[in-house]
C-alpha cells in the first residue's frame, strides 16, 4: 500500500519535473520538484528555515493540544450533563459553522500581534469540532453494546474504558482530524495575512518576491507537518480501540 | 392465569431447586411525555425455573418477551414483583447470568476472537487461556475460519452466532436468549438450537428462550410459556413430554405436531388480537396526524 501510494506520487512528480524543463509549464511559476524537494532536504540543515518550521509546528501542536484535550472534555461534560448539553450544543454548532477568524482584529488587541494571539484563535476554532463530534460520538452509542458490557457486570471505568470509547473513537477522531485541519489553516492563514511567525510568513513572502522555489518549499514542509499529525491521530485511534 | 393446556403445577418444583423465580412480575414502561399512564408491557408473571430446564417463552411480537429477559438479566430494575437467582433477589446483572441479545450486539472495533475473548478478558482471565476456550467455543458454532474476521465482513447470522458464542464461553449456570437465532435460516437455525441443546445438556445449563418460533421452542424445550398480546400476561405453559435425548428428526412426528398445535392454537388467538391492537394503534396515530 505504502509502496503504491510513494509510486504514484513519484510519477506525477517526474511528469511535472519534466513539463517544466521543457517548458510547457512556466518554470517562474512552478519551479523544477527536484529542486524543491533538494530546498525541502536544505532546509533541514539551514537554521532560518528550520527556526520557522519550529515557530509553525509549536503553534500548531499547542493549538491542537489544547483544542484536542478542552474539546474532548468539554464534549464529555456536555454529555453527561444532559440539561448542560441541551443548552449548549445548538450554540455550540452554530458558531462551529460562523467565521470564527475574522475576529483576527480582537485576538490581535487582547494576546497583541504574536504567537499567542494565533494560537488561541486556532484553539478557538479547532475546540468547537471537536466538543459536537464528542458529544454527538458519546451519544451515539448503541445501548445493546453497554448492555452487553453490563449484563458481565463491568465497573463503570471498564464500561466506559473498554465500551463507551472505543464505540465513540471514530466519530471522536473524525472531530479531531477536523479540528486539525482548522488549526493549519488558521495558523497558516495567520501568519500569512499578519506577517508574523513561521512557515505562513515564508509563503507570503516568497510570493511577493516571486522566489517560487522557497515557496513550494515552505508548501511542502506544511504538508509533511499536517501528513505527521494525521498520523499521530490515527495512533491515538487505534489506542482507544484497543 | 387463563391455562387452557396444562398447568405447570404437574412439575414438582420445590425451593431448593428452583434456580430462578419471577413472582408476579409486572413491568410498566413510563410515558415519555408525562401526560398518558405509559406502556404496561407485562403484568402478574409467575414462573419457576428449575436447575437444568429449558423454558421457552413465545407470545405475539411487542408483547413484553423482551422485557421479560430485561428484567430476569438484571438490566431493568424498575418493576413490580420479585426476582430471585438461586435465592438472591435481583437487583443487577447477576454474574452466573449470560445473555444473548436481540440486537446485533458485536462489538465492531473487535475482531471475531477478540470479541469471544470480551468477557473472559474482562474477568481478567490470562491471555493463553482465554484464547484457547474462544477457539474452542468458535469452532463449536462453526466459525474457525473467520477468527481474524472483523464484524462488519460477516452476514447478520455469522455476528449473532458471535455472539452467542460470546456469551457461551463465560458458562453462565443460567442463559438468557433473546430471538437468538432471528436472523438465521431455517437450517442453521436448526443446527444451532440442537448445538445449544447439546451445550447445555453438557454444562447442565438453566436456559430461558425467547423465540417467536414454535418448532423451535417445543424440540429445544421442558416447557413453552405462551405470552398473551400486550400487556404480557401467562397465557398457557405446554409441558414438553418429548425424550430428554431429542434432536430435529422429532420434527417429523405426530407426538410433535400434536405439541405445536397446541401451542399455536393459544398463539393465534393472541396473535390475532395484537394485530388487532397494532392496526388500532395505527388508526389512532393516523387520526391524529390528521387533525395535526
Ligand atoms: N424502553 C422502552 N420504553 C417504552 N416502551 C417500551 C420500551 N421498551 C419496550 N417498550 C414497549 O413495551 C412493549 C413490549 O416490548 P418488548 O418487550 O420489546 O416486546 P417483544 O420483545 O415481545 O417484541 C412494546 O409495546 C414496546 O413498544
Ligand atoms: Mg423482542
Known amino acids: 500500500m505504502w509502496i503504491v501510494r510513494i509510486v504514484m506520487i513519484a510519477i506525477f512528480l517526474a511528469l511535472v519535473e519534466v513539463a517544466v524543463r521543457t517548458e510547457i509549464l512556466n518554470p517562474f511559476f512552478v519551479p523544477e520538484p527536484s529542486s524543491v524537494l533538494a530546498g525541502m532536504a536544505s532546509s533541514v540543515t539551514d537554521g532560518d528555515f528550520l527556526g520557522m518550521v519550529a515557530i509553525t509546528l509549536g503553534a500548531v501542536l499547542l493549538a491542537f493540544a489544547i483544542a484536542g484535550i478542552a474539546g474532548v472534555l468539554l464534549g464529555f461534560v456536555l454529555w453527561r450533563i444532559r440539561p448542560l448539553g441541551d443548552a449548549y450544543e445548538p450554540l455550540v454548532a452554530a458558531l462551529f459553522s460562523s467565521p470564527i477568524v475574522l475576529l483576527y482584529p480582537i485576538f490581535l488587541v487582547i494576546f497583541g500581534r504574536n504567537s499567542?494571539?494565533?494560537?488561541?484563535?486556532?484553539?478557538?476554532?479547532?475546540?468547537?469540532?471537536?466538543?459536537?463530534?464528542?458529544?454527538?460520538?458519546?451519544?451515539a452509542v448503541?445501548?445493546?453494546?453497554?448492555?452487553?458490557?453490563?449484563?458481565?457486570?463491568?465497573?463503570?471505568?471498564?464500561?466506559?474504558?473498554?465500551?463507551?470509547?472505543?464505540?465513540?473513537?471514530?466519530?471522536?477522531?473524525?472531530?479531531?482530524?477536523?479540528?486539525?485541519?482548522?488549526?493549519?489553516?488558521?495558523?497558516?492563514?495567520?501568519?500569512?495575512?499578519?506577517?508574523?511567525?513561521?512557515?505562513?510568513?515564508?509563503?507570503?513572502?516568497?510570493?511577493?518576491?516571486?522566489?517560487?522555489?522557497?515557496?513550494?518549499?515552505?508548501?511542502?514542509?506544511?504538508?509533511?507537518i499536517s501528513a505527521a499529525f494525521i498520523w499521530l491521530i490515527n495512533q491515538l485511534e487505534r489506542l482507544a480501540q484497543r | 392465569m387463563a391455562t387452557t393446556t396444562d398447568a405447570p403445577a404437574g412439575r414438582a418444583v420445590s425451593g431448593e431447586d428452583n434456580l430462578f423465580t419471577i413472582e408476579d412480575l409486572s413491568v410498566t414502561y413510563p410515558s415519555t411525555d408525562g401526560a398518558s399512564r405509559g406502556v404496561t408491557a407485562l403484568e402478574h408473571i409467575n414462573l419457576n425455573v428449575g436447575k437444568g430446564e429449558f423454558v421457552s417463552v413465545v407470545g405475539p411480537s411487542g408483547c413484553g418477551k423482551s422485557t421479560l429477559l430485561s428484567t430476569v438479566s438484571g438490566l431493568l430494575t424498575g418493576f413490580d414483583g420479585r426476582i430471585t437467582v438461586r435465592g438472591d433477589t435481583i437487583t443487577g446483572p447477576h454474574p452466573n447470568v449470560g445473555v444473548v441479545f436481540q440486537e446485533e450486539s458485536t462489538f465492531p472495533w473487535r475482531n471475531v476472537l477478540k470479541n469471544v475473548e470480551f468477557g473472559l478478558e474482562?474477568?481478567?482471565?490470562?491471555?493463553?487461556?482465554?484464547?484457547?476456550?474462544?477457539?474452542?467455543?468458535?469452532?463449536?458454532?462453526?466459525?474457525?475460519?473467520?477468527?481474524?474476521?472483523?464484524?462488519?465482513?460477516?452476514?447478520?447470522?455469522?455476528?449473532?452466532?458471535?455472539?452467542?458464542?460470546?456469551?457461551?464461553?463465560?458458562?453462565?449456570?443460567?442463559?438468557?436468549?433473546?430471538?437468538?437465532?432471528?436472523?438465521?435460516?431455517?437450517?442453521?437455525?436448526?443446527?444451532?438450537?440442537?448445538?445449544?441443546?447439546?451445550?447445555?445438556?453438557?454444562?447442565?445449563?438453566?436456559?430461558l428462550l425467547i423465540t417467536h418460533n414454535i418448532q423451535e421452542a417445543i424440540l429445544l424445550s421442558n416447557r413453552v410459556v405462551v405470552l398473551s398480546a400486550r400487556p404480557g400476561r401467562m397465557k398457557a405453559v405446554v409441558n414438553i413430554d418429548l425424550p430428554a435425548e431429542r434432536d430435529s428428526t422429532l420434527l417429523a412426528t405426530d407426538e410433535f405436531a400434536v405439541l405445536v398445535g397446541k401451542v399455536w392454537s393459544v398463539l393465534r388467538e393472541e396473535s390475532l388480537k395484537a394485530f388487532a391492537q397494532e392496526q388500532k394503534q395505527d388508526q389512532t396515530n393516523h387520526e391524529e396526524t390528521a387533525h395535526a
Open chain 1, 142 to 224: 448503541n445501548r445493546t453494546l453497554l448492555n452487553v458490557g453490563r449484563s458481565l457486570s463491568m465497573s463503570s471505568w471498564n464500561l466506559f474504558r473498554h465500551i463507551m470509547l472505543p464505540a465513540a473513537a471514530p466519530t471522536i477522531f473524525t472531530g479531531l482530524r477536523i479540528a486539525l485541519t482548522y488549526v493549519l489553516i488558521v495558523v497558516v492563514a495567520m501568519e500569512y495575512i499578519l506577517q508574523i511567525g513561521g512557515l505562513g510568513r515564508l509563503v507570503a513572502e516568497s510570493a511577493l518576491l516571486f522566489r517560487a522555489t522557497d515557496l513550494y518549499v515552505s508548501v511542502g514542509l506544511i504538508v509533511v
Open chain 1, 116 to 139: 499567542a494571539a494565533i494560537i488561541a484563535l486556532a484553539a478557538l476554532f479547532a475546540v468547537l469540532p471537536t466538543i459536537l463530534f464528542t458529544k454527538q460520538a458519546l451519544s
Open chain 2, 122 to 207: 474482562m474477568r481478567g482471565l490470562g491471555k493463553e487461556e482465554r484464547r484457547k476456550r474462544a477457539l474452542d467455543m468458535l469452532s463449536l458454532v462453526g466459525l474457525e475460519d473467520f477468527v481474524r474476521s472483523y464484524p462488519h465482513h460477516l452476514s447478520g447470522g455469522m455476528k449473532q452466532r458471535v455472539a452467542i458464542a460470546r456469551t457461551l464461553v463465560m458458562e453462565p449456570s443460567i442463559l438468557l436468549l433473546d430471538e437468538p437465532f432471528g436472523a438465521l435460516d431455517e437450517q442453521t437455525r436448526i443446527i444451532l438450537g440442537e448445538e445449544l441443546l447439546r451445550i447445555q445438556r453438557a454444562l447442565d445449563q438453566t436456559v
